[in-house]
């Protein structure tokens, strides 16, 4: 039984999942990335579950099948916290974070083992753009020009270089909502040449995404600031994990992650972290000074984003019991990627640094007219969705440039609900009566 | 493996060159025939070194010149082609009717 | 006579680089565990359950790919792997092929390099794959130049470009020594031609797996085991360059030429482990602006050293 | 010269591989194929020279071709409006004339080869083929040598100059022209008759 041995065998692999990142479905694979014996993938071709975290919305439910049948067989699927496709009605649904390691593991052993079927293909498997050929030697056109003929133009261009001058091929595809290194929901139509850039138009915004509820009782009134300062460098090191893997040091990645879901996070661990950063090459190697914002726009994305480049807008300025810890917002003298990876580094170890100092003296927000949110100033209003700004930031950047432009932004809206709302943990009271 | 059939196979290959080098209307497959011209030439060269020339040092020194024959017209090849994409948006041969600008 | 003109080499080549192929994976496998990343089951067994599971799932189809050229792309890679590893002695006696001129079909095998790992992304007909593919002939032509000029200053005090004759031209004073600029200039190409580490260009995160992005099932297990096997290969090439190959007291000549290659692979791999990805347009600037002269450097430096020493 | 059996039925096959895929080139729609296929025919007569003693030379068609093939494919993807051979595509002008062109240079060559006396002494027993190369070409041939590097650096300084895309006053796309001789005047060192606007836009 040569075959059963190898299913044996393939059953104890780390198991390769691909999540679909939907609305609030980021939280639990956070917790799946520092899990042993599963592995997050970041192409559908190499997953045998695909794990669709987080509602998807119908108008991106053709997208979800495309990446869903992506998938080579034997595949599974898993819907957590989300409503799986309606041909997919029997597909696993689970909600509880808790048990989704175990789950996938037994839904990739049974696979494995031949006890479930692979998930059916929802797709016709037919080119989507069939053969439109014309002229004698089918270049699809009058003479040697024009014509579409796989439905896409021929690799000729017709518009400006932006570079170096050789209006060479370009090649217009439609990216996102779930492609991994975007920000989850955004979709764009970009044209590249080569991995060049030439424009980006933004079709569809980011999912909002939550804040911890303590950002939410500020609001409401006083609220701890050792908490709500460990819940601002939570975000942080979030997003910081979120770039350090896309860079390829997914050591540090899971240390910033560690140190976020750490019980007591210190300011030293902290400090640690960023001197490992720079040890590495990490500001030196991969961090552009690419993605330059103008004043304008560093306003309207607001948070980091505006002070790295020295606007200093930070509302916990304007609260007399931050003054009594001393608390200066921090700038730098950069509007680029860099800057803003500077600016984050530093304010995790100054919000790490505030809690420490405000639990010693137990000191609470004095008003609760504002707060100022990872993502910037909520005053009266929240703070802006700025999506549409990558269709003048990003042309001109290399594929990696602007990727590593993208991980350094922060451009999703904020969520009405928080973080504990949609991840399952118990809520707070004080958000239910404000909601009510 | 004779000095004949050698080459004969150098003959074919710079028959098949000779032929892409008249037909091919784009400029890089245009060289693409120079190139296969070439290939015949070295391995007639090396052929005549190895079983006719009794290993006559000049031989392979031949060979070498090609090579590097072939890196200048490789070059020079590419920066025309570069040179009429910018002026013409066109790579075919037909494009260079005058090469002023 | 065919015995040991033919299967032997075979059989030794292929043994080497499928056992340093799993040795690779499970080096990387122990590095990743040392410096804490989570690790589920034992290091020994990982790669074998990877593979396995990659036999079960099935290869993958894109809208209209080149056939040929991406189905052919892995084996070509392993095969360039293999060819690069049977020029590489492991003693005075014991070379799979001990061609005259093998320090330049090393060349030339990094340079076909190029040409495969392009197919691999060239063929799939994606756009993460294409990009990727783009990348790294920008990388490749930069650590093809490097790498002549550092093999010339290996081939310089041994006046010979055979790889047999290098080693033995070490047994004085090792290359690693007398040409210091050599082994680490060496390495970055190492890093290069498999794109591994810092210099994953090719099949980097931010492509989503770059050329290998639209590949699964057999297919990807035999690129990743060529990729594997291209490292082990560099590691030969490595140890025999710089490292004095074969010599060494006590052990037979074999055994230090396996453990050379196990340090090479290990200080590769932890690299692989701890330097970031380099941002493309920084690496190319780097190539030619600092490494490359560097090996300009590197070779005055062994011609002057062996006309002095 | 005898060569064993082994060396003539690998050589058969390397022929017919370098014939074939040579032929290929102007017979595929994928111009990265096309140049890749250009490639293999080089590897296979490479593989011919190293069978005829020619270590250096044939491992140096290796390393040549692929860095030439690989810039030639990008070439190809960077002007073709079909590279990768989706669709079918033939552009040749002279067809008929050409294929007569080519199989008669065949003819010709191959009835030299066939009809000429060509001496035979094959390689001395004692000849080591990349010493003899070497002290050759930094011996007796090193002014050809040389000159060979110089016509190289020349080529690729020229190759630059061509291609860049500054030009001495300005850039390529938007006309380079050389500023007055006084301040707000015509440009300097263009002729009188030189009038600007259709003449130089053929696009074909």
Redesign the interface.
């Known amino acids: 039984m040569a075959v059963s041995w190898l299913q044996r065998l393939a059953a104890r692999a780390a198991v390769p999942v691909f999540p679909v990142r939907g609305m609030h479905g980021e939280e639990v694979l956070y917790r799946l990335a520092l899990t042993p014996g599963i592995k997050l993938v970041d192409s559908p071709r190499h997953a045998s579950i695909l794990l669709v975290a987080g509602g998807v919305p119908p108008d991106q439910h053709d997208a979800l099948r495309r990446v869903h049948d992506q998938l080579p067989g034997p595949f599974a699927t898993l819907w957590y916290r989300s409503e799986p496709l309606d041909e997919l009605a029997g597909a696993t649904r689970l909600d509880d974070p808790d048990a989704l390691p175990e789950a996938l593991k037994t839904i990739h052993r049974e696979l494995m083992s031949g006890k479930r079927g692979s998930s059916p293909r929802l797709l016709p498997d037919e080119p989507p753009n069939p053969w439109e050929g014309l002229g004698d030697d089918g270049h699809g056109g009058k003479g040697m020009m024009g014509g579409v003929p796989y439905g896409r133009p021929m690799a000729m261009n017709m518009t400006d270089d932006i570079r170096d001058g050789l209006t060479l091929d370009s090649l217009t595809v439609t990216l996102g909502p779930f492609l991994p290194m975007l920000p989850p929901g955004l979709t764009a139509e970009v044209t590249l040449q080569g991995d060049l850039i030439q424009s980006w138009t933004t079709h569809s915004a980011p999912y909002p995404i939550a804040l911890e509820s303590v950002f939410f009782q500020a609001l409401q009134g006083p609220v701890p600031i050792a908490e709500l300062e460990r819940a601002r460098a939570r975000y942080h090191l979030k997003r910081l994990h979120f770039a350090l893997r896309l860079a390829g040091l997914d050591r540090l990645a899971l240390e910033a992650l560690r140190l976020a879901f750490a019980p007591h996070p210190g300011q030293d661990r902290a400090m640690a972290l960023r001197r490992r950063l720079v040890r590495c090459g990490f500001f030196r190697l991969t961090t552009t000074g690419r993605g330059r914002l103008d004043e304008n726009q560093a306003r309207r994305v607001g948070g980091i984003a505006a002070r790295a480049p020295g606007l200093e807008e930070d509302l916990r300025s304007r609260d007399a019991a931050y003054r009594r810890l001393e608390f200066t917002p921090i700038i730098q003298g950069g509007a680029d990627t860099n800057a803003r990876w500077c600016q984050t580094l530093a304010e995790i170890e100054q919000a790490l640094q505030l809690a420490d100092q405000a639990e010693r003296d137990a000191v609470h927000t004095q008003r609760s007219d504002g707060v100022e949110t990872p993502r910037g100033p909520w005053h009266e209003q929240w703070p802006e969705e700025a999506s549409d700004l990558l269709d003048d930031l990003l042309p001109g950047l290399e594929w990696d440039e602007a990727m590593s432009t993208l991980a350094s932004l922060d451009l999703a809206p904020l969520s009405p609900w928080s973080l504990e709302e949609t991840s399952g943990a118990p809520v707070p009271t004080s958000v239910e009566e404000r909601r009510a | 493996m004779t000095l004949v059939t050698l080459l004969l196979l150098a003959a074919a290959l710079i028959g098949i060159g000779f032929y892409g080098a008249l037909s091919q209307q784009s400029f890089v497959m245009l060289m693409m025939g120079l190139e296969l011209i070439l290939n015949g030439v070295m391995l007639a060269a090396v052929a005549f070194w190895a079983l006719s020339g009794a290993g006559a040092p000049e031989g392979q020194l031949l060979t070498i010149v090609v090579m590097a024959v072939m890196a200048i017209e490789m070059a020079m090849g590419f920066a025309l082609v570069v040179a009429v994409f910018r002026t013409n948006q066109a790579d075919v041969t037909e494009g260079i009717t005058e090469l002023k600008h | 006579m065919i015995v040991s003109e033919l299967i032997l080499p075979v059989a030794l080549v292929i043994g080497v680089l499928v056992v340093g192929a799993y040795l690779v994976a499970v080096l990387d496998e122990a590095i990743?565990g040392a410096?804490?990343?989570?690790?589920?089951?034992s290091a020994w067994?990982?790669p074998?359950?990877?593979g396995?599971?990659l036999?079960?799932?099935?290869?993958?189809a894109t809208?209209?790919p080149?056939w040929q050229?991406w189905r052919l792309a892995p084996a070509l890679y392993l095969a360039l792997a293999a060819i690069g590893l049977a020029v590489v002695p492991f003693s005075p006696t014991l070379i799979p092929t001990d061609?005259?001129?093998s320090v330049?079909?090393w060349?030339?095998v990094?340079?076909?390099a190029?040409?495969v790992i392009?197919?691999h992304g060239?063929s799939a007909?994606t756009?993460?794959a294409?990009?990727g593919a783009?990348?790294y002939?920008a990388l490749?032509?930069s650590y093809?130049l490097i790498s002549m000029f550092v093999l010339i200053g290996v081939a310089l005090p041994a006046e010979s470009?055979q790889f047999s004759q290098v080693v033995t031209s070490q047994e004085g004073l090792w290359n690693v020594i007398r040409q210091p600029l050599g082994l680490p200039l060496f390495l970055i190409v190492g890093l290069g031609m498999t794109f591994w580490?810092?210099l994953?260009l090719a099949d980097?995160?931010?492509?989503?797996?770059g050329t290998a992005?639209?590949?699964?099932?057999p297919p990807?297990l035999v690129w990743n085991l060529a990729r594997a096997a291209m490292l082990v290969a560099f590691s030969g090439a490595a140890a025999s360059a710089f490292l004095g190959g074969w010599l060494g007291p006590w052990l037979p000549g074999p055994v230090w030429m396996l453990l050379k290659m196990l340090a090479v692979l290990a200080v590769l791999l932890l690299i692989g482990?701890?330097?970031?990805?380099?941002?493309?347009?920084?690496c190319v600037t780097l190539m030619w602006v600092v490494f490359l002269p560097l090996s300009f450097v590197d070779l005055i430096w062994a011609g002057a050293a062996a006309f002095f020493l | 010269m005898d060569y064993p059996l082994i060396v003539d039925v690998f050589f058969v096959l390397l022929a017919t591989l370098a014939v074939v895929s040579g032929w290929r080139v102007f017979a595929t729609d994928s111009m990265v194929r096309a140049s890749f296929f250009l490639l293999v025919s080089f590897i296979a007569v490479g593989v011919i020279m190293i069978l005829l003693a020619a270590e250096y030379l044939g491992v140096a068609m290796f390393f040549m071709m692929a860095v030439e093939m690989m810039v030639m494919a990008i070439f190809m993807v960077m002007f073709m409006m079909n590279p990768a051979g989706l669709n079918p595509m033939m552009m040749v002008h002279q067809h008929k004339f050409s294929i007569a062109a080519g199989a008669a240079v065949f003819l010709v060559l191959a009835t030299v080869a066939l009809l000429a006396e060509f001496p035979d002494s094959p390689l001395p027993a004692d000849l080591d083929p990349v010493a003899s190369l070497g002290d050759e070409l930094l011996g007796d041939s090193m002014l050809i040598f040389e000159s060979a590097g110089i016509v190289l650096l020349t080529t690729m300084i020229g190759v630059v100059v061509l291609s860049s895309h500054r030009g001495r006053y300005g850039a390529a796309d938007e006309g380079s022209m050389p500023p007055g001789l006084v301040p707000g005047g015509d440009p300097a060192g263009m002729p009188e008759e030189d009038d600007e606007g259709d003449g130089h836009h053929h696009c074909h």
């Open positions: 990743a410096i804490g990343m989570p690790r589920g089951g067994l990982a074998l359950t990877q396995a599971w036999l079960t799932q099935h290869a993958n809208e209209a080149d050229a061609l005259v001129t330049v079909l060349g030339s990094e340079a076909l190029t040409v392009f197919l060239w007909n756009l993460l294409l990009i783009y990348r002939v490749g032509l093809i470009l580490g810092p994953n980097s995160r931010d492509l989503a797996g992005s639209a590949v699964s099932g990807r482990r701890l330097v970031p990805r380099l941002q493309p347009e920084r």
